[in-house]
T-cell receptor, first 115, second 114 residues
Framework: DTGVSQNPRHKITKRGQNVTFRCDPI?????LYWYRQTLGQGPEFLTY????????KSRLLSDRFSAERPKGSFSTLEIQRTEQGDSAMYLC?????????????FGDGTRLSIL | DQQVKQNSPSLSVQEGRISILNCDYT??????FLWYKKYPAEGPTFLIS?????DKNEDGRFTVFLNKSAKHLSLHIVPSQPGDSAVYFC?????????????FGKGTHLIIQP
């Protein structure tokens, strides 16, 4: 059983460019979450999907951020017109539905550096 | 506005002794709490959880205690081992049922001294 996979692991780009990150959840998990983590802070929740439906997106940081999960499997997070303040670790997590609370399992993240 | 607070940025404990990591929360509606462990350059790894209807949950060397009246939980690691050196995060679901995203504390860096 493979874990949550995120690609790329590192992304360096110039300010103003668009970036896209990919997340492949654990295969039987139908819930998928995106978080951002900055230095000295815990992960900050951005958005989540149940299958292909995006059930929460009010916490996306601005309208430059968008996420998709078109077939209910992998997901992408896109940041348009990147800014210096977007430099952070972007984490993906997945969980399954079931009886009781199900913990979220995280990938190793994509580290974004804006030049 | 931080709903989950970890007030100790770091903690140093001797190998073999007990490590106690603390977490306070402000939202009395939280019904489930989780602890995650994070090594550098890796994502957080789920460690242990507790439902608000319990006051203790144990898994091997790890025990979490919940004091609802004080809005406080703690993670006990006994005995502490060198591999336990990591950053530990306390977290709770933002809405009931665990389906929503988690809110995290800022973490406590645990250092196990040989």
């Amino acid at each position: 059983d493979t874990g949550v996979s995120q690609n790329p692991r590192h992304k360096i780009t110039k300010r103003g460019q668009n970036v896209t990150f990919r997340c492949d959840p654990i295969s039987e998990h139908n819930r998928l979450y995106w978080y951002r983590q900055t230095l000295g802070q815990g992960p900050e929740f951005l958005t989540y999907f149940q299958n292909e439906a995006q059930l929460e997106k009010s916490r996306l940081l601005s309208d430059r951020f968008s996420a998709e999960r078109p077939k209910g499997s992998f997901s992408t997070l896109e940041i348009q017109r990147t800014e210096q303040g977007d430099s952070a670790m972007y984490l993906c997590a997945s969980s399954k539905t079931g009886y009781g609370n199900q913990p979220q399992h995280f990938g190793d993240g994509t580290r974004l550096s804006i030049l | 506005d931080q709903q989950v607070k970890q007030n100790s940025p770091s903690l140093s404990v001797q190998e073999g002794r007990i490590s106690i990591l603390n977490c306070d929360y402000t939202n009395s509606m939280f019904d489930y709490f989780l602890w995650y462990k994070k090594y550098p350059a890796e994502g957080p790894t789920f460690l242990i959880s507790i439902s608000s209807i319990k006051d203790k949950n144990e898994d091997g060397r790890f025990t979490v205690f919940l004091n609802k009246s004080a809005k406080h939980l703690s993670l006990h690691i006994v005995p502490s081992q060198p591999g336990d050196s990591a950053v530990y995060f306390c977290a709770a679901p933002l809405s009931g049922g665990g389906a929503d995203g988690l809110t995290f504390g800022k973490g406590t860096h645990l250092i196990i001294q040989p």
